[in-house]
Protein backbone atom coordinates (compact mmCIF):
# COMPACT_ATOMS: atom_id res chain seq x y z
CA UNK A 1 0.00 0.00 0.00
CA UNK A 2 1.16 3.59 -1.00
CA UNK A 3 0.97 6.08 2.04
CA UNK A 4 1.22 9.92 1.87
CA UNK A 5 1.15 11.59 5.21
CA UNK A 6 0.93 15.54 5.63
CA UNK A 7 0.86 17.72 8.52
CA UNK A 8 -0.39 21.19 9.39
CA UNK A 9 1.57 23.65 12.62
CA UNK A 10 3.53 22.34 14.84
CA UNK A 11 6.78 20.35 15.44
CA UNK A 12 5.15 17.80 17.61
CA UNK A 13 2.68 17.47 14.20
CA UNK A 14 5.61 16.63 12.20
CA UNK A 15 7.25 14.15 14.65
CA UNK A 16 4.11 12.02 14.81
CA UNK A 17 3.81 11.80 11.27
CA UNK A 18 8.00 11.07 10.84
CA UNK A 19 6.59 7.86 13.51
CA UNK A 20 3.69 7.00 11.55
CA UNK A 21 6.28 6.95 8.34
CA UNK A 22 8.37 4.28 10.62
CA UNK A 23 5.32 2.10 11.27
CA UNK A 24 3.97 2.07 8.16
CA UNK A 25 7.62 1.40 6.60
CA UNK A 26 8.28 -1.25 9.33
CA UNK A 27 4.57 -3.51 8.54
CA UNK A 28 5.91 -3.51 4.60
CA UNK A 29 4.39 -0.37 3.08
CA UNK A 30 5.52 2.53 0.88
CA UNK A 31 6.01 6.21 1.66
CA UNK A 32 4.87 8.14 -1.37
CA UNK A 33 5.35 12.25 -2.30
CA UNK A 34 2.22 12.89 -3.01
CA UNK A 35 -1.65 12.36 -3.03
CA UNK A 36 -1.55 11.52 -6.29
CA UNK A 37 0.34 8.02 -5.78
CA UNK A 38 -1.23 7.03 -2.56
CA UNK A 39 -3.77 4.23 -1.24
CA UNK A 40 -4.14 5.76 1.70
CA UNK A 41 -3.52 9.44 2.90
CA UNK A 42 -2.85 10.87 6.73
CA UNK A 43 -3.24 14.23 7.84
CA UNK A 44 -2.34 15.18 11.53
CA UNK A 45 -4.52 18.52 11.53
CA UNK A 46 -3.87 21.69 13.45
CA UNK A 47 -6.21 24.06 15.30
CA UNK A 48 -3.67 26.87 16.80
CA UNK A 49 -5.54 29.74 15.14
CA UNK A 50 -8.44 29.62 12.72
CA UNK A 51 -6.11 30.04 9.69
CA UNK A 52 -4.52 26.54 10.79
CA UNK A 53 -7.86 24.80 11.23
CA UNK A 54 -8.77 26.46 7.47
CA UNK A 55 -5.34 24.86 6.21
CA UNK A 56 -6.14 21.68 7.66
CA UNK A 57 -9.42 21.48 5.76
CA UNK A 58 -8.02 22.45 2.40
CA UNK A 59 -5.36 19.89 3.25
CA UNK A 60 -7.86 17.19 3.02
CA UNK A 61 -10.40 18.57 0.18
CA UNK A 62 -6.89 18.52 -2.14
CA UNK A 63 -6.19 15.38 -0.99
CA UNK A 64 -9.10 14.16 -1.66
CA UNK A 65 -9.58 15.24 -5.47
CA UNK A 66 -5.87 14.64 -6.21
CA UNK A 67 -7.55 11.10 -5.97
CA UNK A 68 -9.44 7.97 -4.63
CA UNK A 69 -7.17 7.33 -1.87
CA UNK A 70 -8.78 6.89 2.04
CA UNK A 71 -8.17 9.90 4.20
CA UNK A 72 -7.30 9.45 7.75
CA UNK A 73 -7.83 12.32 10.07
CA UNK A 74 -6.19 13.06 13.27
CA UNK A 75 -4.90 16.39 15.29
CA UNK A 76 -6.69 18.96 17.01
CA UNK A 77 -8.83 20.29 14.29
CA UNK A 78 -10.38 16.91 14.00
CA UNK A 79 -10.33 16.08 17.29
CA UNK A 80 -12.05 19.40 18.59
CA UNK A 81 -14.48 19.19 15.36
CA UNK A 82 -14.95 15.23 14.52
CA UNK A 83 -18.23 15.12 12.94
CA UNK A 84 -17.12 18.28 10.72
CA UNK A 85 -14.03 16.34 9.63
CA UNK A 86 -15.88 12.95 9.36
CA UNK A 87 -18.46 15.02 6.50
CA UNK A 88 -15.06 16.01 3.73
CA UNK A 89 -14.88 14.16 1.00
CA UNK A 90 -12.87 10.19 1.26
CA UNK A 91 -12.53 10.68 4.96
CA UNK A 92 -13.06 7.04 6.25
CA UNK A 93 -11.76 7.38 9.91
CA UNK A 94 -10.95 10.20 12.58
CA UNK A 95 -8.97 9.30 15.12
CA UNK A 96 -8.81 11.71 18.05
CA UNK A 97 -5.42 12.77 19.40
CA UNK A 98 -5.78 10.38 23.02
CA UNK A 99 -5.68 7.35 20.59
CA UNK A 100 -3.47 8.97 17.89
CA UNK A 101 -0.32 6.42 19.07
CA UNK A 102 -2.61 3.72 18.04
CA UNK A 103 -3.15 5.15 14.69
CA UNK A 104 -1.19 2.90 12.29
CA UNK A 105 -1.56 -0.07 14.39
CA UNK A 106 -5.39 0.46 14.95
CA UNK A 107 -5.75 0.70 10.88
CA UNK A 108 -3.95 -1.87 9.98
CA UNK A 109 -5.69 -4.24 12.79
CA UNK A 110 -2.05 -5.36 14.15
CA UNK A 111 -0.66 -5.64 17.94
CA UNK A 112 1.66 -3.13 18.81
CA UNK A 113 4.38 -6.33 19.57
CA UNK A 114 3.93 -7.18 15.54
CA UNK A 115 5.88 -3.86 14.74
CA UNK A 116 9.82 -3.92 15.09
CA UNK A 117 10.99 -0.55 14.50
CA UNK A 118 14.66 -1.05 15.65
CA UNK A 119 16.05 -2.45 12.82
CA UNK A 120 14.51 0.41 10.02
CA UNK A 121 16.69 3.19 9.79
CA UNK A 122 15.15 6.55 10.04
CA UNK A 123 14.53 7.73 6.36
CA UNK A 124 13.10 11.37 5.75
CA UNK A 125 9.86 11.34 4.26
CA UNK A 126 10.15 11.79 0.43
CA UNK A 127 9.32 14.98 -1.62
CA UNK A 128 9.11 18.46 0.31
CA UNK A 129 9.52 16.35 3.89
CA UNK A 130 12.71 15.58 3.66
CA UNK A 131 15.06 16.71 6.11
CA UNK A 132 18.26 16.68 7.98
CA UNK A 133 16.73 17.21 11.70
CA UNK A 134 14.71 14.49 13.00
CA UNK A 135 11.91 15.55 15.40
CA UNK A 136 11.25 13.56 18.75
CA UNK A 137 7.80 13.62 20.72
CA UNK A 138 9.01 13.56 23.97
CA UNK A 139 5.57 14.44 25.40
CA UNK A 140 2.03 14.92 24.72
CA UNK A 141 -0.67 17.62 26.40
CA UNK A 142 -0.46 20.56 28.55
CA UNK A 143 -1.19 21.60 32.31
CA UNK A 144 -1.61 25.12 31.60
CA UNK A 145 -4.62 27.26 31.21
CA UNK A 146 -3.75 30.16 28.76
CA UNK A 147 -7.12 31.35 27.93
CA UNK A 148 -6.49 31.87 24.49
CA UNK A 149 -5.48 28.33 23.91
CA UNK A 150 -7.56 25.55 22.54
CA UNK A 151 -5.06 22.98 22.01
CA UNK A 152 -5.10 21.77 26.12
CA UNK A 153 -8.38 21.12 25.64
CA UNK A 154 -7.71 19.02 22.17
CA UNK A 155 -4.44 17.33 23.75
CA UNK A 156 -5.41 16.80 27.48
CA UNK A 157 -3.34 17.32 30.53
CA UNK A 158 0.58 16.55 30.25
CA UNK A 159 1.97 13.20 29.41
CA UNK A 160 5.67 12.04 28.97
CA UNK A 161 7.25 9.58 27.55
CA UNK A 162 9.63 7.57 29.38
CA UNK A 163 13.81 7.94 29.03
CA UNK A 164 13.89 4.90 27.66
CA UNK A 165 12.03 4.99 24.90
CA UNK A 166 13.56 8.55 23.56
CA UNK A 167 16.31 7.47 23.76
CA UNK A 168 15.41 4.57 21.63
CA UNK A 169 14.00 7.24 18.81
CA UNK A 170 17.06 9.07 18.89
CA UNK A 171 19.16 6.28 18.25
CA UNK A 172 17.14 5.18 15.41
CA UNK A 173 17.20 8.89 14.11
CA UNK A 174 20.98 8.54 14.30
CA UNK A 175 21.27 5.21 12.57
CA UNK A 176 19.03 6.43 10.13
CA UNK A 177 21.81 9.38 9.32
CA UNK A 178 20.42 12.05 11.26
CA UNK A 179 22.99 14.56 12.50
CA UNK A 180 20.47 17.03 14.63
CA UNK A 181 17.49 16.26 16.91
CA UNK A 182 14.71 18.69 18.26
CA UNK A 183 12.79 17.29 21.14
CA UNK A 184 9.30 18.21 20.92
CA UNK A 185 6.27 18.57 22.80
CA UNK A 186 2.86 20.68 23.40
CA UNK A 187 4.20 21.47 27.39
CA UNK A 188 7.89 20.27 26.46
CA UNK A 189 9.21 21.87 29.54
CA UNK A 190 6.35 19.99 31.85
CA UNK A 191 7.81 16.64 30.59
CA UNK A 192 9.01 14.15 33.68
CA UNK A 193 6.28 16.14 36.59
CA UNK A 194 3.82 13.22 35.60
CA UNK A 195 6.37 10.44 35.89
CA UNK A 196 6.32 7.88 39.10
CA UNK A 197 9.70 9.58 39.96
CA UNK A 198 9.13 13.07 39.02
CA UNK A 199 12.11 14.76 36.84
CA UNK A 200 12.70 17.35 35.06
CA UNK A 201 13.46 18.41 31.41
CA UNK A 202 17.32 18.30 31.69
CA UNK A 203 17.53 15.05 33.30
CA UNK A 204 16.41 13.79 29.91
CA UNK A 205 18.37 16.21 27.89
CA UNK A 206 21.25 15.03 29.72
CA UNK A 207 20.62 11.42 29.19
CA UNK A 208 20.54 12.00 25.62
CA UNK A 209 23.87 13.91 25.88
CA UNK A 210 25.53 11.05 27.82
CA UNK A 211 24.02 7.78 26.21
CA UNK A 212 24.16 8.77 22.70
CA UNK A 213 26.70 10.18 20.28
CA UNK A 214 23.88 12.53 18.68
CA UNK A 215 26.08 15.70 17.36
CA UNK A 216 22.86 18.50 17.37
CA UNK A 217 20.53 18.54 20.38
CA UNK A 218 17.72 21.10 19.45
CA UNK A 219 14.59 22.06 21.88
CA UNK A 220 11.18 23.39 20.53
CA UNK A 221 9.33 26.21 22.41
CA UNK A 222 9.45 26.33 26.26
CA UNK A 223 7.14 27.84 28.44
CA UNK A 224 9.85 30.15 30.21
CA UNK A 225 7.90 28.87 33.79
CA UNK A 226 8.88 25.41 33.22
CA UNK A 227 12.57 26.09 33.80
CA UNK A 228 14.76 27.00 36.44
CA UNK A 229 18.39 28.06 36.66
CA UNK A 230 19.89 24.32 36.61
CA UNK A 231 18.67 23.46 33.31
CA UNK A 232 20.72 26.23 31.81
CA UNK A 233 23.76 24.36 32.35
CA UNK A 234 22.82 21.84 30.08
CA UNK A 235 24.97 24.62 28.02
CA UNK A 236 27.95 23.32 29.03
CA UNK A 237 27.83 20.67 26.22
CA UNK A 238 28.73 22.16 22.97
CA UNK A 239 26.10 20.04 21.10
CA UNK A 240 23.42 21.82 22.54
CA UNK A 241 22.11 23.83 20.12
CA UNK A 242 22.44 27.70 21.13
CA UNK A 243 18.65 28.70 20.56
CA UNK A 244 15.48 28.77 22.27
CA UNK A 245 12.49 29.28 21.63
CA UNK A 246 10.56 30.78 25.00
CA UNK A 247 6.80 32.04 24.37
CA UNK A 248 5.89 35.69 25.82
CA UNK A 249 2.58 36.57 23.79
CA UNK A 250 2.80 40.04 25.43
CA UNK A 251 5.16 42.68 26.97
CA UNK A 252 2.28 43.71 29.56
CA UNK A 253 1.85 42.60 33.11
CA UNK A 254 -1.73 43.36 32.96
CA UNK A 255 -1.97 41.46 29.25
CA UNK A 256 -0.01 38.78 30.36
CA UNK A 257 -2.76 38.42 33.53
CA UNK A 258 -5.77 38.52 31.55
CA UNK A 259 -3.59 35.43 29.29
CA UNK A 260 -3.26 33.53 33.02
CA UNK A 261 0.26 33.61 31.98
CA UNK A 262 2.56 32.56 34.79
CA UNK A 263 5.15 34.67 34.40
CA UNK A 264 5.48 38.68 34.05
CA UNK A 265 7.72 41.05 32.43
CA UNK A 266 10.54 41.11 34.89
CA UNK A 267 10.36 37.08 35.40
CA UNK A 268 11.04 36.78 31.63
CA UNK A 269 13.39 39.40 31.67
CA UNK A 270 15.31 37.81 34.56
CA UNK A 271 15.06 34.74 32.36
CA UNK A 272 16.44 35.71 29.61
CA UNK A 273 19.45 36.56 31.59
CA UNK A 274 20.09 33.36 32.90
CA UNK A 275 20.01 31.70 29.35
CA UNK A 276 22.86 34.74 28.04
CA UNK A 277 24.90 34.27 31.08
CA UNK A 278 24.91 30.42 29.99
CA UNK A 279 25.78 30.97 26.36
CA UNK A 280 26.72 34.96 25.45
CA UNK A 281 25.25 34.48 22.00
CA UNK A 282 22.35 32.21 22.99
CA UNK A 283 19.36 33.06 19.64
CA UNK A 284 16.20 33.35 21.65
CA UNK A 285 12.84 33.85 19.70
CA UNK A 286 9.45 34.18 20.75
CA UNK A 287 5.81 34.49 19.99
CA UNK A 288 3.69 37.43 20.70
CA UNK A 289 0.04 38.01 20.16
CA UNK A 290 -1.78 41.25 19.15
CA UNK A 291 -5.25 42.86 19.93
CA UNK A 292 -5.78 40.24 22.91
CA UNK A 293 -8.97 41.28 24.77
CA UNK A 294 -8.64 44.94 26.96
CA UNK A 295 -5.30 45.79 25.24
CA UNK A 296 -5.28 49.18 25.70
CA UNK A 297 -3.34 51.21 23.42
CA UNK A 298 -0.89 51.87 26.73
CA UNK A 299 -1.06 47.99 27.28
CA UNK A 300 0.62 47.51 23.63
CA UNK A 301 3.08 50.63 23.90
CA UNK A 302 3.91 48.90 27.21
CA UNK A 303 4.64 45.82 25.20
CA UNK A 304 6.12 47.22 22.43
CA UNK A 305 9.23 49.01 24.36
CA UNK A 306 9.83 45.33 26.22
CA UNK A 307 10.25 43.35 22.90
CA UNK A 308 12.26 45.86 21.68
CA UNK A 309 14.49 46.06 25.58
CA UNK A 310 14.78 41.95 25.06
CA UNK A 311 16.92 41.91 21.58
CA UNK A 312 15.32 38.93 20.15
CA UNK A 313 16.81 37.06 17.68
CA UNK A 314 13.23 37.13 15.92
CA UNK A 315 9.87 35.97 16.80
CA UNK A 316 6.24 35.26 15.53
CA UNK A 317 3.33 37.39 15.75
CA UNK A 318 -0.23 36.46 16.10
CA UNK A 319 -3.09 38.31 15.80
CA UNK A 320 -5.85 37.80 18.25
CA UNK A 321 -8.83 35.81 17.06
CA UNK A 322 -11.66 34.37 19.34
CA UNK A 323 -11.74 30.99 19.27
CA UNK A 324 -14.71 28.67 21.20
CA UNK A 325 -14.48 26.87 24.29
CA UNK A 326 -11.62 29.45 25.23
CA UNK A 327 -12.21 31.83 28.13
CA UNK A 328 -10.73 34.41 26.04
CA UNK A 329 -13.41 34.63 23.69
CA UNK A 330 -15.82 36.02 26.13
CA UNK A 331 -13.62 38.27 27.67
CA UNK A 332 -15.50 41.96 27.50
CA UNK A 333 -12.72 44.53 25.27
CA UNK A 334 -12.66 42.51 22.47
CA UNK A 335 -9.88 44.64 20.02
CA UNK A 336 -11.44 45.68 16.61
CA UNK A 337 -10.07 43.84 13.84
CA UNK A 338 -8.06 46.25 12.12
CA UNK A 339 -6.34 47.35 15.23
CA UNK A 340 -5.28 44.00 16.06
CA UNK A 341 -4.03 44.11 12.38
CA UNK A 342 -2.49 47.20 12.57
CA UNK A 343 -0.47 46.22 15.95
CA UNK A 344 0.82 42.82 14.18
CA UNK A 345 2.29 45.10 11.55
CA UNK A 346 3.97 47.14 13.94
CA UNK A 347 5.68 43.97 16.20
CA UNK A 348 6.72 42.42 12.63
CA UNK A 349 8.71 45.78 12.15
CA UNK A 350 10.54 45.09 15.31
CA UNK A 351 11.01 41.20 14.57
CA UNK A 352 12.48 42.51 11.08
CA UNK A 353 14.93 44.84 12.79
CA UNK A 354 15.85 42.68 15.63
CA UNK A 355 16.52 39.64 13.34
CA UNK A 356 18.91 41.45 10.75
CA UNK A 357 20.90 43.13 14.43
CA UNK A 358 21.81 39.96 15.84
CA UNK A 359 22.51 38.43 12.56
CA UNK A 360 25.25 41.10 12.03
CA UNK A 361 26.78 39.83 15.13
CA UNK A 362 28.09 36.72 13.20
CA UNK A 363 28.89 38.88 10.48
CA UNK A 364 32.83 37.43 9.45
CA UNK A 365 32.59 34.83 11.84
CA UNK A 366 33.39 31.08 11.20
CA UNK A 367 30.24 28.86 11.98
CA UNK A 368 29.16 24.87 11.34
CA UNK A 369 25.96 24.70 8.94
CA UNK A 370 24.28 21.94 8.60
CA UNK A 371 22.58 21.59 5.04
CA UNK A 372 19.57 20.75 4.51
CA UNK A 373 18.62 21.79 0.81
CA UNK A 374 20.72 21.66 -2.70
CA UNK A 375 19.94 22.80 -6.02
CA UNK A 376 21.87 22.09 -8.91
CA UNK A 377 23.19 25.31 -11.21
CA UNK A 378 23.53 25.07 -14.96
CA UNK A 379 27.25 25.71 -14.45
CA UNK A 380 27.92 22.46 -12.39
CA UNK A 381 28.24 24.23 -8.74
CA UNK A 382 25.19 23.78 -6.26
CA UNK A 383 23.38 26.56 -4.31
CA UNK A 384 22.67 25.44 -0.61
CA UNK A 385 21.03 26.17 2.29
CA UNK A 386 21.33 25.16 5.82
CA UNK A 387 21.01 26.19 9.96
CA UNK A 388 23.61 27.08 12.30
CA UNK A 389 23.13 25.78 15.52
CA UNK A 390 21.85 29.37 16.36
CA UNK A 391 18.96 28.55 13.80
CA UNK A 392 20.72 30.97 11.21
CA UNK A 393 19.76 30.03 7.80
CA UNK A 394 22.77 30.76 5.58
CA UNK A 395 23.32 30.59 2.03
CA UNK A 396 26.35 29.54 0.02
CA UNK A 397 27.85 27.87 -2.84
CA UNK A 398 29.39 24.64 -3.00
CA UNK A 399 31.25 22.50 -5.54
CA UNK A 400 29.23 19.29 -4.66
CA UNK A 401 25.98 18.36 -3.47
CA UNK A 402 26.41 18.86 0.42
CA UNK A 403 23.00 17.61 2.03
CA UNK A 404 23.18 16.46 5.21
CA UNK A 405 26.54 17.67 5.76
CA UNK A 406 27.92 19.87 8.54
CA UNK A 407 30.52 22.38 6.75
CA UNK A 408 32.67 25.40 8.31
CA UNK A 409 31.39 28.57 6.96
CA UNK A 410 32.60 32.33 7.37
CA UNK A 411 29.46 34.61 7.12
CA UNK A 412 30.13 37.43 4.55
CA UNK A 413 26.66 39.17 4.16
CA UNK A 414 23.03 39.48 6.04
CA UNK A 415 19.23 40.04 4.45
CA UNK A 416 16.03 39.07 5.41
CA UNK A 417 16.27 35.73 4.11
CA UNK A 418 19.53 34.70 6.08
CA UNK A 419 23.00 34.98 5.98
CA UNK A 420 25.40 34.16 2.82
CA UNK A 421 28.85 32.96 3.70
CA UNK A 422 31.31 30.99 1.98
CA UNK A 423 32.88 27.69 2.88
CA UNK A 424 35.65 26.34 4.32
CA UNK A 425 35.48 22.46 5.16
CA UNK A 426 32.84 20.08 5.77
CA UNK A 427 32.64 17.36 7.98
CA UNK A 428 31.51 13.82 5.98
CA UNK A 429 29.88 11.24 8.22
CA UNK A 430 32.04 8.54 8.23
CA UNK A 431 30.39 5.75 10.47
CA UNK A 432 26.45 6.33 10.19
CA UNK A 433 25.40 2.36 10.77
CA UNK A 434 21.98 0.94 8.34
CA UNK A 435 20.36 -1.67 8.93
CA UNK A 436 21.68 -5.43 8.16
Known sequence: MNVFLDSIGCRLNQSEIERYARQFRAAGHTIVDSPERA????????AVTREAASDSRQKIRQAARAGNAQIILTGCWSTLEPDAAADLPNVVRVVPNMDKDQLVFDFLDL????????????????GSHA????????QDGCDNHCTFCITRVARGRSRS?????????????????SREVVLT?????????????PRRLQYLVQAILDETDVERVRLSSLEPWDLDEDFFRLWENPRMCRHLHLPLQSGSAATLRRMARKTTPAEYAALLDLARGAAPDMAI??????????????EFAESMAFIERMQFAGGHVFTYSPRPATPAGRLPGQVPK???????????RLFVDAQLRFQERFLGAEVEVLWESETPLEDGTWAVSGLTDHYLRVFSAADRPLWNQIS?????????????????????????????
Not at 112 to 121: G, R
Not at 289 to 296: Q, V
Open 39 to 46: DLVVVNTC
Open 111 to 126: PTEAFDEEPLAREPLP
Open 131 to 138: RTRAFIKV
Open 161 to 177: RPVAEVLADVLSAREGG
Open 185 to 197: GVQLGGWGKDLEQ
Open 285 to 298: TTDVITGFPGETDA
Open 338 to 348: EIRKQRNAEVR
Open 408 to 436: RVVLKESDLEGMRGVILQDRRTVSVKTSG
